[in-house]
């Protein structure tokens, strides 16, 4: 067939916004992160792929190699979501599993690449109705910044784009319904609190590895008294600059809108 599996997607919004604050840390770098939700049944008057996809929350990933075009996680990442979302399921009595995986576009158009359909079938192999969401952002338009989100899969080889709606808040109809609401935005929101102490962890990592010695630049040491001491200094001065990043743009906005929930809960 050359129709996805899935039928839409529905992402609550707490999960929207926290996927889309995860994506504004950085324009220079892709982020990365896990989908855990549902899988339902189609309703009769759906699509002919039967399976339609609930997300109920993001979970952002510790990235072990950043680039501008694609991102790199440890497999054990992959082992924690799966735990995550058993425990999920004992708090919400539904069926939760990893559905998806999502990550940045900074500064080009969603549209996904070659690599992020090779991801993506990678993915489907695993699990035929695990869908793949990218959000463009940083993108220069005349009236500001324009952010983009859509959802595929990988269809022999090809990009098939999937319907995809945010949840608005209080539209649960229920009261089990509510709860499970409640607890969604908890785990949403524990996400976003977790996106600096993420950050700071790839920072530090990335700042220890560019200190360590390597063999020939011992070698070099020890044939010379002196070194260059701006060369030295620069993996430490990208550091500091790239944890100021993280202040200024994820934990002040983030203390702002604490302030501003405060005032009107005053």
């Not at 039928?7 to 855990?36: F, K, P, Q, R």
């Not at 539209?171 to 089990?176: K, L, V, W, Y």
């Not at 360590?212 to 993996?235: F, G, I, M, R, Y």
Request: charged share 20%; net charge negative; proline share 5%.
């Amino acid at each position: 067939s050359h129709l996805p599996v899935v039928d839409w997607v529905s992402l609550d919004w707490v999960a929207y916004w926290g996927c889309l604050t995860h994506a504004m840390v950085t324009e220079n770098e892709e982020i990365m992160g896990l989908c855990l939700g549902e899988e339902l049944q189609s309703a009769a008057g759906d699509a002919v792929g039967g399976v339609n996809l609930e997300i109920l929350a993001f979970l952002p990933l510790l990235r072990v190699d950043k680039r501008k075009d694609r991102v790199e996680i440890e497999p054990d990442q992959l082992v924690a979501a799966t735990q995550r979302a058993d425990e999920l399921t004992a708090q919400l009595g539904r069926t939760v599993r990893v559905v998806g995986w999502y990550h940045s576009h900074p500064h080009i158009t969603a549209l996904p690449s070659h690599v992020d359909l090779a991801t993506q079938l990678s993915y489907q192999q695993l699990a035929e109705s695990f869908v793949g969401l990218i959000f463009a952002v940083y993108s220069g338009h005349e009236r500001g910044q324009r952010c983009q989100a859509l959802c595929f899969q990988n269809v022999r080889g090809s990009c098939a784009y999937i319907p995809m709606r945010v949840r608005p808040p209080h539209c649960a109809t229920s009261p089990d319904a509510a709860a499970a609401t409640a607890v969604s935005a908890a785990e949403n929101a524990a996400g976003v609190v977790a996106l600096p102490r993420l950050l700071f962890e790839e920072e530090q990592r990335e700042f220890e590895q560019q200190q360590q010695p390597k063999s020939n630049q011992k070698a070099t040491a020890s044939s010379s008294n002196s070194s260059d001491s701006v060369v030295e200094l620069a993996p430490a001065c990208a550091y500091a600059c790239n944890v100021g990043s993280i202040v200024d743009r994820l934990i002040w906005p983030l203390i702002q809108v604490a302030r501003d929930r405060c005032v009107d809960q005053a």
